[in-house]
């Protein structure tokens, strides 16, 4: 290996050395060296680059500011505070205008029982209902689950219209105020992620056209099958929305309300 090979890497490894102080060790050194990437890129970070690995070409002053703009950088990333979530919870939920269900199987037989007692799954739903029903709410808009491919038909959106008539008779909320989301008619994959996320923020676009704001919707998370799509779709709707929770011990509803501090 020549001397100059030898020089040049040794130069390498000390800016990289160098580097990863200035950004405060391990866990920032790929973002430092990024930076040079992006640099780079450009095309005058490459000749000062070389400049700096062979200071014997060229005084190493001349990189001063460069080295300066750095630190700068890598100090403002150090000490910008993180941004975390609160959760502040309420029960009773406070009233709201609009609740979102996630439409569950009722049992098998179960489809027209309207004692609440007796009911199977769809006791939740009742229990939803029957909180909002005396407080202005206006509509339940229903997202059931779509036929898992390669089964026999099994999607909840096939026991829409039974949901609908049992609600109306247990809880003597009107038929017509209990909604299929007009995006998703044969419902959507529940253990899909993002096709849950993009019908959620479908429905929440759909209602502020209707000219409802986040604080008259409450989006109730009991009612789906496959719980992890369900709350990966509530992780990508932000902050300011409602999210309500029934026990399935005593049967009471709980509201979460998401906002953001700065963690310093």
Sequence with gaps: MSRRFSNRKAALF????????AFGGAATTGLALVMVLVFASIGWFSDALS?????????????????????????????TPMIIPEIIQHSPPSATKVLIWFLSPPGKGMESVINPEKMRSWRMSHEAIMAHKDQNLEKVVVLASSDASGKKPDGTWRYFDSFKETM?????????????????????????????????DGIYLELKNEGYKDADIILDVTGGQKMPGVLGGIIGLGEGKRIQYISTRDYKVHEYNITYKANS
């Design 14 to 21: 000390g800016s990289v050395q160098a580097l990863r102080s």
């Design 51 to 79: 400049e700096l690995l062979f200071p014997e070409n060229q005084p190493l002053w001349r990189m001063l500011p460069l080295l300066v703009l750095l630190l700068i950088i890598g100090k403002l990333i150090s000490s």
């Design 168 to 200: 109306s008779q247990s809880t003597g909320i009107s038929v017509d105020k209990i909604l299929m989301t007009k995006q998703n008619p044969t419902g959507v994959d529940f253990e899909n992620a993002k096709h849950l996320f993009d019908a959620l």
